[in-house]
């Protein structure tokens, strides 16, 4: 709804509905089990957008808030669960964003915004299982949900006549709560020993993001960033307090060649610094940490769109991932070296 020049205001519904379904088949049909539970939640959203002093001073708040129903969950067979009810629906979600931003004559933005964010735990989460002599919980009817809280300021500035667009962002963001996967305290209503969805303090992540955004001459467009990010955990694991699988300092470059109207290129580049992974022990039922090099990997797009009539085309693309078949890590695991795709796509 647009109230006046200055004034937008957006409103929003969304239902949601999710049903899981999980049956443990060891064999003996017996022995069977079966879990079945759906829920659903109703959100209700609202925006206004300003503008002021000729659109140069833009300010912008939202408020959002969402409701839970659970629909009591069944088990086959009921005595054999480790789950007691009845069960409550998630709490009430209620989440709020503001922004603000002026624009100088100079070619010059700065900028500022802050919000909270809130995930429900899903329905794997609480009512998880699997068969092991018998039906054992993975998840927790009562877990709490995900909770954050986020802020940035930065400033975007236009050069060479607005070829050039440069920016600089310091953020903090901060999980005030989250659902982890860990060992349960003991003792546990669930009977879970060593492993199970859980509440964790979250952690924190704040660091500085610069990007460059240019076209230096007619259709060629080249995008690069650097991000710093101190990311720590506020409860460590095995002692350690640095997030996993974050690294401390990323680059990335997208370079885009049109060398045509009809054909493009494009080149990616991400680099890392090391980060650290675990690793499960099934000997000890523990967890080793390991510090794992970074990633330097290209990648290499290109296509070409050929016209049949008015309104048919075909695009012939392609890409190479890896381009220089590098090794490197993905949380521990090994990637493949070079991998290549190709395709045809028919517009009509």
Known sequence: MQLGRANL????YEF???????????????SNTVVDVAASSHSFYVQDQLRF????????????????????????????TPYVGPFDAPPNAYTGDGSIAYLFGTGTKVRAHVGNGYRSPSLFERFGSYYFF????????????????????????QLAGNRI????TYFYTRLQEVVGFG??????PFGRLFSGYINTGGGLARGVELTVSASPVPRIGIDASYTYTNSDERTPVEGV????????HQFSLVAIARATRRADVVLTVLATSNYLAPFFSSTNFGEYIYRLDGLVRADIGASYTLPL???RSLRFFGKIDNLFGRDYFEDGFRTPRRVAMGGIAFSF
Do not use: C, M, W
């Not at 088949?25 to 017996?30: N, S």
């Not at 667009?165 to 600089?168: D, G, I, K, L, V």
């Open 9 to 12: 205001v957006t409103l929003y």
């Open 16 to 30: 949601e509905h999710e049903s899981f379904r999980e049956r443990n088949q060891p064999g003996d049909p017996a």
């Open 53 to 80: 002093l000729n659109d140069r001073l833009q300010l912008s708040a939202a408020f959002r808030a969402q409701f839970f129903s659970l629909r009591q969950p069944e088990f086959t067979p009921a005595g054999s």
């Open 134 to 157: 018998g039906f054992n919980a993975l998840g927790d009817p009562r877990l709490r949900p995900d909770r954050s809280i986020a802020f940035d300021v930065g400033i975007d500035q």
């Open 165 to 168: 667009q440069a920016s600089a």
């Open 183 to 188: 060992v349960p305290a003991q003792p546990d």
């Open 241 to 248: 307090i640095r997030s996993f699988a974050i690294p401390n």
């Open 309 to 311: 009539a008015e309104s």
